[in-house]
């Protein structure tokens, strides 16, 4: 799986949106980016996952370059609630993917009251 | 409702005991997995299996030994072999062809003393 980088922590004010960038320059064709975050103390939860395409749903938004190198996480109006660390993993989807499902450090997000 | 369960949440024991860490899947899910994180890190694979029956290491297996013999169930032991066993213990399942990545549970906080 590709490795990531992420910023160790990002703070955002209530209401505003959270943008949280990742790069992953050794992205393969096949592999797709995915988020997670995790609240303290409680098990990741699913975010969004792409490919190649900008992709949105209820909890966020997930912009990904042409060259597919980097990509950013768009939470549009940002609560308290959203206060987690945020996981930003690349790995091919489907069987293959399922052997393993690597995480590093995240980025701490902190909204501010 | 659908979901993992991991009991207990908190799980005191004396360093040189043995203790096994149960996770209980009523998804269907195929595939489940054992992740280990210590305070202020990422997340790290100690096993995983695909299938009843089978049952691959991780990153960080040594120490551990796991059993699948349902499919809805998937315990961790945590032997008196391994060196540091106080961490945070999470379970995770996914189906076999997802894409949608994985399901976690809420955790177990393990403290040997």
């Known amino acids: 799986d590709a490795k990531t980088t992420q910023p160790t922590s990002m703070d955002c004010a209530e209401g505003r949106a959270a943008n949280l960038p990742c790069n992953h320059s050794?992205?393969?064709?096949?592999?797709?980016v995915y988020w997670y975050r995790q609240i303290h103390s409680q098990g990741p939860q699913y975010i969004i996952h792409?490919?190649?395409n900008n992709e949105t749903n209820e909890m966020a938004s997930l912009i990904i370059t042409e060259d597919r190198k980097s990509s950013t996480l768009i939470l549009p109006h940002a609560t308290l609630r959203d206060t987690a660390v945020y996981y930003c993993i690349v790995r091919v989807a489907g069987p293959k993917g399922n052997e393993k499902l690597t995480f590093g450090t995240g980025t701490r997000l902190t909204i501010i009251p | 409702d659908g979901g993992i369960t991991q009991s207990p949440k908190y799980l005191f024991r004396k360093e040189g005991q043995n203790v096994t860490l149960s996770c209980e899947q009523n998804?269907?899910?195929?595939?489940m997995y054992w992740y280990r994180q210590d305070p202020g890190q990422g997340l790290r694979l100690i096993y995983y299996?695909?299938?009843?029956?089978?049952?691959q290491k991780g990153d960080i297996a040594e120490g551990y030994s796991v059993s699948r013999e349902k499919k809805e169930s998937f315990p961790l032991t945590v032997t008196s072999a391994q060196k540091n066993p106080t961490a945070f213990y999470l379970c995770a399942s996914s189906p076999q062809l997802h894409i949608y990545g994985y399901t976690f549970g809420s955790g177990t906080r393990l403290t040997v003393v």
């Open positions: 050794t992205i393969s064709g096949n592999e797709y």
């Open positions: 792409g490919l190649k």
């Open positions: 998804l269907n899910h195929d595939a």
């Open positions: 299996s695909q299938i009843v029956n089978d049952f």
